[in-house]
C-alpha cells in the first residue's frame, strides 16, 4: 500500500509572536503565525478508496462486475484538548451492483490507520460496513468511522525546533533571508511529529491489484 504524502498543512507551525495568525509580524521580525493542533491529516489512502467485486468463478473482467463501491464524503472531527489527541472520520460507502433482481445484501471490510512520519503505522482497526440493495435498485450506500487516538507528546515539536523557528529575523541580519524550512534537522523534526488518519477497504492482493492496473 502506498501512504500519501504529508499534506503541506501539517507544515504549519506554532510560532510566537504578536502577530495573528495568517499575518505577517513586522514590528520585532520578519515571519508568518500559524497554529498547529497535533490533529492529524484524514485521507482515503491512495489506490484503497474503490473496491471491485466479480461474480465468482469469473475472471478480473468488466463484464463480470458484480458490485462497485467507493468511499466518499470523509468528514473529519478532532478533539486535541484531552490527555490525548482524538480524531474521528465519518465517511459514506456508495456502491452500484450490475444485476438488479432480489433484495441483497453486501458487507465490506474497511481500515482506518494511524501513520507517522509519512511511514511507520503505529496503529490499524478493521471494521465493515454494510450495504443494502433493495429489489430492482441498483445502487446502495452505508457509513463508516474511523477514529484514533495520538499522544501529544509524540505530535510537539520539540523545544529547540521551536526557538529555531520562532527566532526573530530582522531586515539586515545575517540570517534574515535563512528559511528555517531549509534547515534538515527542522524539516525532520517536523515529519517525525506529524500524523495522518488514512481510511479505506481492506483489499485482497488482486483487489488492490486492480485497483493500480486498470
Known sequence: MRITAISASLL?????????????DVSSGV?????????????VADGTGDITLFAQ??????DSVDVVASITKVRPSCNSGGDKIYSVADFEVQARRSDARGAR???????????????????????????NFADGQYRAS???????????????LP????????????????DAALDPMADPEVRAAIQRSSFELLL???LTEDQLRYNVTR
Open 105 to 131: 445484501s453486501v458487507t465490506l471490510p474497511y481500515f482506518s490507520t494511524v501513520v507517522q512520519g509519512g511511514t511507520a503505522v503505529v496503529a490499524k482497526r478493521i471494521g465493515q460496513v454494510t450495504l
Open 31 to 43: 515571519g508568518v503565525t500559524a497554529t498547529r493542533t497535533g490533529c492529524p491529516t484524514v485521507a
Open 142 to 156: 452505508g457509513t463508516g468511522k474511523g477514529a484514533a487516538y495520538i499522544d501529544p507528546a509524540s505530535a510537539a
Open 57 to 62: 468463478g469469473a475472471p478480473q473482467t468488466s
Open 200 to 202: 479505506g477497504f481492506q
Open 12 to 24: 504549519a507551525l506554532a510560532l510566537a509572536g504578536c502577530a495573528g495568525d495568517g499575518e505577517l
Open 159 to 174: 523545544p529547540e525546533i521551536v526557538q529555531k523557528l520562532t527566532k526573530k529575523r530582522k531586515p539586515g541580519d545575517a
